[in-house]
């Protein structure tokens, strides 16, 4: 139990463009979900936390316009990066919490992105 | 403000050998302490956590770690390694404990272990 998946596991796009990802608990309700962030060889980075039906929460430094985080259901949430840049190059992990009220968050396998 | 630190970036182990990853924690009130694993390209995988109790936590593929208040630790050890156990390992924090609390992770500790 307690599966979440991302789609496309990896993508390359042009610099310019946007691309979607995919975040979906499989077998649970995931009242919360994070999405984070990785950069070769360091750690994880918290970018934002979505709740179902409301905004997301972005931390410091992240810019909101740039990464438009949806959770429009208890399974799925989106992290849309608009207008790419090389920069934006990185892997992108989300994780999800059950709304059972444990704290265990389960992650899904990551996205790499590359940009052109 | 909560923060954990893992100050070794690398850890070498022989096969058969027990093994040490070290962590420390810093947050106000009681810590809620994580270890995961991440395997290249991969998502994380949770070990073990410590939310209350026995200060000994066992957690999965023979791993354990012991919360210790007094040094604000949360080693993670294992009493024989594995090849199969190199990885990076994340210690990782929370103040709450909740589904809808933030975790903050370490900088991750790779561990190799040698035939």
């Known amino acids: 139990g307690a599966v979440v998946s991302q789609h496309p596991s990896w993508v390359i796009c042009k610099s310019g463009t946007s691309v979607k990802i995919e975040c979906r608990s499989l077998?649970?309700?995931?009242?919360?979900m994070f999405w984070y962030r990785q950069f070769p060889k360091q750690s994880l980075m918290l970018m934002a936390t979505?709740?179902?039906?409301?905004?997301?929460?972005?931390e410091q430094g992240v810019e909101k316009d740039k990464f438009l985080i949806n959770h429009a259901s208890l399974t799925l949430s989106t992290l849309t990066v608009t207008s790419a840049h090389p920069e934006d190059s990185s892997f992108y992990i989300c994780?999800?919490?059950?709304?059972?009220?444990?704290?265990?968050?389960?992650f899904g396998p990551g996205t790499r992105l590359t940009v052109t | 403000a909560q923060s954990v630190a893992q100050p070794e970036d690398q850890v070498n182990v022989a096969e058969g050998n027990p093994l040490t990853v070290k962590c420390t924690y810093s947050?106000?009130?009681?810590?809620?302490l994580f270890w995961y694993v991440q395997y290249p390209n991969r998502g994380l995988q949770f070990l073990l956590k410590y939310i209350t109790g026995d200060n000994l936590v066992k957690g999965s593929y023979g791993f354990e770690a012991e919360f210790n208040k007094s040094q604000t630790s949360f080693h993670l050890k294992k009493p024989s390694a594995l090849v199969s156990d190199s990885a990076l390992y994340f210690c990782a924090v929370s103040q709450r404990y909740s589904s809808a609390s933030k975790i903050i992770f370490g900088s991750g500790t790779r561990l190799s272990i040698r035939p």
């Open positions: 979505s709740n179902e039906g409301s905004k997301a929460t972005y």
């Open positions: 994780s999800a919490s059950a709304r059972t009220g444990m704290n265990e968050q389960y």
């Open positions: 077998d649970f309700q995931a009242t919360t």
């Open positions: 947050v106000s009130g009681n810590p809620y």
